[in-house]
């Protein structure tokens, strides 16, 4: 059974750091995209970020670019999303999903089969 498990969300006040992490068990091989999205109650969920299986391709949201850096450590089944200089607006439960096989093209657009439950990320102004 495949299971995500995000950590590290918190409250942080405006331009402070958070990292982010999932934790993937469940997988029989590294061949799994991992993605980053944030919602907001009320609003519809935001792509932030995504890594493919092997962490060379990856994608940034507008929002997301220049200020967040996500990065995996395949013999740890784990994904992390680096935010810094946090905004206000960067507040959201973040969710980690994971879309599995080798596939082409970018991962903004494939579909994620498995979710984690959600960690809050709470930015102060």
């Known amino acids: 059974e495949v299971q995500l498990v995000e950590s590290g969300g918190g409250l942080v006040q405006a331009g402070g750091s958070l990292r982010l992490s999932c934790a993937a068990s469940?997988?029989?091989?590294?061949?799994?995209?991992i993605g980053w999205f944030r919602q907001v109650p009320g609003k519809e969920r935001e792509g932030v970020s995504c890594?493919?299986?092997?962490?060379?391709?990856?994608y940034y949201s507008d929002s997301a670019k220049g200020r967040f850096t996500i990065s995996r450590d395949n013999a740890k089944n784990t994904v992390y999303l680096q935010m810094n200089s946090l905004k206000p607006e960067d507040t959201a439960v973040y969710y980690c999903?994971?879309?599995?096989?080798?596939?082409?093209?970018?991962?903004?657009?494939?579909?994620?089969?498995?979710w984690g439950q959600g960690t809050q990320v709470t930015v102060s102004s």
């Open positions: 890594i493919k299986s092997s962490g060379g391709s990856t």
């Open positions: 469940g997988f029989t091989t590294d061949d799994y995209t």
């Open positions: 999903a994971a879309s599995e096989g080798i596939q082409l093209g970018n991962c903004r657009f494939f579909k994620y089969d498995y």
